[in-house]
């Protein structure tokens, strides 16, 4: 879930940085391949996802592998 959450804020910013873009250079959108930006917001959904999946099975697997001794220092 943080993984699709923080795909979706850096979508935001990539949006908000577009916008600014185009107030500061009029033709913009004019320059803009939607298709490529539509592919460039699902590879990094994905990318977040898998970043956060394989960071928390890591992690899991940290502690799986731990004795109970050492669970508790």
Not at 6 to 33: C, H, K, P, R, T
């Amino acid at each position: 879930m943080q993984g699709l959450f923080s795909a979706l804020i850096a979508i935001a910013v990539l949006f908000v940085i577009v916008y600014f873009m185009n107030n500061q250079i009029g033709e913009m959108l004019n320059l803009i391949d939607w298709q490529n930006l539509g592919i460039l917001f699902i590879v990094v959904i994905v990318l977040g996802v898998f970043l956060s999946v394989i960071s928390t099975f890591f992690s899991i697997n940290k502690y799986l592998r731990l004795k109970s001794t050492n669970l508790y220092y």
